[in-house]
């Protein structure tokens, strides 16, 4: 399955943005679908992951209660929606998809499929 992530852009503090996970080649509901996020110099942080039925989600404890991931099936889209923004959810985030097991799912090494970043901005 190749992925694309989209929707960054620059908000301000307080705001709201909806990042878009893009997939070809396969269903996305055959992966437990992740987003990850990253700024130069730090590793890849763990942001929040959906199941492949998208029942279940878990998400780091500096987002969650601001930041909801669903998806849509019949648009086979995986969205990443962040509430209450603030300059240090600043970052290029990622999707990424895995079939490994749930409980794997915060651990970057368990995705095998990436799509390219997309740059968030927050303006204090």
């Known amino acids: 399955v190749q992925l694309q992530a989209f929707g960054g852009g620059l908000v301000q503090t307080g705001g709201s943005l909806r990042l878009s996970c893009a997939a070809s080649?396969?269903?996305?509901?055959?992966?437990?679908v992740g987003w990850f996020r990253q700024t130069p110099g730090k590793e890849r942080e763990f942001v929040g992951v959906?199941?492949?039925?998208?029942?279940?989600?878990y998400y780091a404890g500096s987002v969650k209660g601001r930041f909801t991931i669903t998806r849509d099936k019949t648009k086979n889209l995986v969205y990443l929606q962040m509430n209450n923004l603030k300059p240090e959810d600043t970052a290029v985030y990622y999707c990424?998809?895995?079939?490994?097991?749930?409980?794997?799912?915060?651990?970057?090494?368990?995705?095998?499929?990436w799509g390219q970043g997309t740059l968030v901005t927050v303006s204090s």
């Open positions: 990424a998809a895995t079939q490994k097991v749930w409980s794997a799912t915060s651990d970057a090494t368990m995705y095998d499929h």
């Open positions: 080649g396969r269903a996305l509901t055959n992966y437990n």
């Open positions: 959906v199941s492949r039925n998208g029942g279940s989600q």
